[in-house]
């Protein structure tokens, strides 16, 4: 049964715990066993008798052969197959074996064992670790086997091993590092979609860096073997701290646990550790599973789990989903958009308090009754800055005289309703038209807009601000008054397949809209373009151009980096700021998530080897885009990224 229920109607794959087997020609009595009296969710089995061997396979007189498979496919219906067994591909295989017999026997029993998984509809078979770190057959095999499935994957078995000092490594097959190890692999098998990772986790664990990069990995399960578990004081397993906040990063990426081996720790039939008990449901059969104790742990790991608060189940569905930034001066955003950004309370309440700031700062408090501010709301939308501007000349107790300019035509008529509706003709003046045309009447005291992308500029903020800037007084404000791009080197190779399976070179020169969540941060951010407002440099344009050099920590190990995140930190007066940049992040606010600068190659890079990385913005008469590369540490740089806008660009 699931480990627990994080939230109402929780769905995540991570409540699933399963249990490895070994071979039993039984299916029906493996499944009661392990499932019905152990409480498991999932059997991962062979499926082919081990001491199956192709070459010593006599044939009877017809000719044909009949595999020693673990019963036939009638023994459990459909449903069972599917969503209680994951096929364990025979441990003996190798090959890349210099024994040609055994090369050979591992080829056609490898290909016979996944035929028949696909049959039985499996939706997953564990395959063996490669025996060595030169892999090549063993991988052109998967490769070939990949090609022709459609809906089961191939969980590869990797130790999670990797040695603090990398010079241990003296021959080619001494691995230091099992991500190195699966690196290869993939790459050998040109990163197909379909080849995931079951991460055999053992009692010792790398550095917390080395750790970082799996997430970003398509790992689907973590195979915990009895040897990991430590003994809590009243006899029972349990895992170390750095175990415990392991296994619950797993769950946070949907990552299945799976218990393996002998059972290590002497409990006694029928008692449970008070710390885990499930509300009686550990009573009946279940006790006599030698490895419930393990199963029990886990899920009281799972209970553990803090609830998802609001704002993070509104994003489950967008997480690792990939969006097309908005194209704010040619489209007119829909009524479902506008309702989607007002919604983010918290960013509104910044934009309240930068106001109330400038307003006192701007007007003493011995001429608030006789002085009006004129502030100007350029991209009004529906409204919510000029409810936000209005409600801090109140609590501010200064006079007010806002001018909302909006070019949508449709959302004019929502503003128009709204300022009757709340009672401010006399302070509110609708204006329909684009601000970088619009002649004003009078001058303004602060200019207020909310015209930030995910990284910062990429809505055209600054050609926006620059039009409007005209009608601002020479010592006026505008909130916000600086904004900032930040990015990052990725490891996501979700991201990447997604953008892979497009088959073209647009999609790789697009920057996309992401809510990241199977990723690995390599790098702590660094700054690329600001933009400051008002601008009163007549030299100063907005094209801009940046080289950053990123070095990932030293204890992290080698890492594939497939992109590029990217965030913005905005001033919006003084100290009120705004923004995604993680380190400074502005907390409960949705209105903006990452952007995502994928590599058409990715990069491998080691420890000590800069990552070297160059970001251009681009402006022409039509269009703004970015472009980007990557220099160093590639022994040839990577192609420039959208040349001339050529795939992805935002029209003015």
């Given at each position: ?623 703004v885009w970015y472009e980007w590369c990557v220099t160093s540490p590639s022994p040839s740089p990577s192609a420039v990224h959208n040349s001339n806008g ?7």
């Open positions: 049964m699931p480990l627990g229920e994080r939230s109402p109607g929780d769905k995540g794959e991570s409540r699933y715990c399963g249990v490895e087997s070994e071979f039993d020609d039984d299916v029906p009595r493996l499944l009661s066993f392990n499932i019905s009296c152990g409480g498991f969710d999932f059997v991962v089995s062979p499926l082919m008798n081990p001491t199956y061997r192709p070459s010593l396979l006599e044939k009877d007189g017809s000719g044909s052969s009949v595999l020693p498979v673990a019963g036939s496919d009638l023994i459990l219906n459909p449903s069972q197959w599917s969503s209680h067994v994951v096929g364990k591909i025979s441990s003996w295989i190798d090959l890349d074996s210099e024994d040609e017999i055994l090369r050979l026997d591992s080829e056609t029993t490898l290909k016979q064992e996944i035929a028949w998984a696909s049959h039985l509809s499996l939706q997953a078979c564990l395959l063996p670790k490669p025996r060595r770190s030169s892999c090549a057959n063993y991988a052109r095999c998967i490769n070939q086997i990949l090609q022709g499935l459609t809906n089961m994957q191939l969980w590869l078995r990797i130790p999670l091993f990797k040695a603090e000092d990398d010079s241990m490594g003296t021959s080619t097959d001494d691995m230091t590092d099992s991500w190195e190890l699966w690196n290869s692999f993939r790459l050998l098998c040109e990163h197909r979609s379909q080849l995931s990772i079951a991460l055999d986790v053992s009692s010792t664990l790398p550095s917390a860096n080395s750790l970082v990069r799996w997430f970003g990995e398509p790992v689907r399960a973590a195979i915990l073997n009895t040897e990991c578990f430590l003994t809590n004081a009243r006899g029972f397993p349990c895992l170390s701290k750095r175990h415990q906040k392991l296994i619950t990063g797993f769950f946070n990426h949907s990552v299945q646990i799976v218990i393996s081996g002998k059972p290590l720790h002497k409990v006694l039939r029928g008692s449970t550790d008070p710390a885990t008990m499930d509300n009686g449901d550990n009573v009946g059969c279940v006790q006599n599973h030698s490895l419930r104790p393990y199963l029990e742990y886990v899920g009281y790991l799972y209970q553990r789990l803090d609830p998802f608060p609001e704002q993070e189940r509104f994003e489950l569905g967008y997480r690792d989903f990939l969006q097309s930034p908005l194209q704010p001066l040619m489209d007119n955003l829909e009524a479902q958009t506008y309702e989607t950004f007002e919604k983010d309370t918290v960013k509104y309440t910044q934009y309240q308090r930068a106001i109330s700031q400038a307003l006192i700062d701007r007007v003493p408090d011995e001429k608030a009754s006789v002085t009006t501010t004129v502030l100007m709301v350029v991209g009004a939308g529906r409204g919510p800055l000029v409810r936000a501007s209005l409600q801090a000349a109140e609590e501010t107790g200064r006079k007010l005289k806002v001018y909302a300019v909006e070019k949508n035509p449709n959302a004019v008529v929502t503003l128009h309703s709204l300022v009757k509706l709340e009672g401010w003709e006399n302070s509110v003046t609708i204006v329909s038209g684009d601000m970088r045309h619009w002649v004003a009447p009078q001058k303004a005291d602060i200019l207020v807009s909310e015209l930030l992308g995910s990284f910062g500029d990429n809505e055209l903020s600054p050609e926006c601000l620059d039009g409007a800037q005209r009608f601002l007084k020479q010592d006026g404000l505008s909130i916000p008054s600086s904004y900032t791009s930040f990015i990052q080197p990725v490891t996501t190779s979700k991201l990447y397949n997604d953008v892979k399976s497009h088959k073209d070179l647009v999609h790789f020169e697009t920057a996309y809209v992401v809510k990241l969540h199977s990723v690995a941060r390599l790098a702590p951010t660094q700054p690329v373009f600001t933009f400051t407002h008002p601008e009163h440099s007549p030299q100063k344009g907005n094209q801009r151009y940046k080289k950053l050099q990123f070095e990932i920590p030293s204890d992290m190990g080698s890492a594939l980096v497939h992109g590029f995140a990217g965030y913005f930190d905005a001033t919006l007066y003084k100290d009120v700021h705004l923004g995604i940049e993680p380190s400074v992040a502005t907390p409960n606010m949705f209105s903006w998530f990452p952007i995502f600068f994928p590599l058409r190659t990715p990069v491998c890079v080691h420890p000590g080897s800069p990552l070297e990385v160059h970001f251009w913005r681009c402006v022409g008469s039509m269009k050529r795939s992805y660009w935002v029209g003015l």
